[in-house]
């Protein structure tokens, strides 16, 4: 991921970071689980998976992301930016933030059964951020 220089329009410095503070601290899971590569790709891999469990998200992301045509760029994409929502000064994780937002105000539709999603939906968000009510979809 240190090969990436920019993100969104946004510079990365990794040899200087700003000397502000981070979101989360050192000591967080989110730190001691983002520094071990395996744990990392595992991690990822298997969030990849829960989010295409719900019909909407996997739609959400099919039809409005670059997902089908360059999955390992969106991947690159959405790991720089939890790395900087994680590690980042909080200036710069509050514009990756409010960048993510923005995409996410756009993405709208329906499943292929015609089932409306938002990407903002607070149920969606929830089950992609995995704040600890994960179930899995009735829909499966």
Wanted: glycine share 12%; aromatic share 8%.
């Amino acid at each position: 991921m240190t090969d990436m220089t920019s993100y969104l329009g946004w510079k990365i410095d990794h040899g200087q970071p700003l000397g502000e503070p981070a979101f989360l601290d050192p000591g967080s899971v989110h730190w001691r689980v983002y520094k071990n590569p395996i744990a990392l790709a595992v991690g990822g891999v298997a969030a990849v998976l829960l989010e295409f469990a719900d019909p909407r998200i996997r739609s959400g992301v099919w039809d409005h992301s670059t997902f089908k045509t360059d999955p390992i760029g969106r991947s690159r994409r959405t790991g720089v930016a939890a790395m900087v929502g994680v590690y980042g000064p909080q200036s710069a994780a509050r514009r990756v933030i409010q960048g993510v937002t923005n995409m996410h105000g756009r993405v709208a539709g329906n499943t292929p059964s015609g089932e409306a999603y938002k990407a903002l939906d607070v149920e969606l968000l929830n089950w992609v951020s995995g704040d600890g009510r994960i179930r899995v979809p009735e829909r499966l």
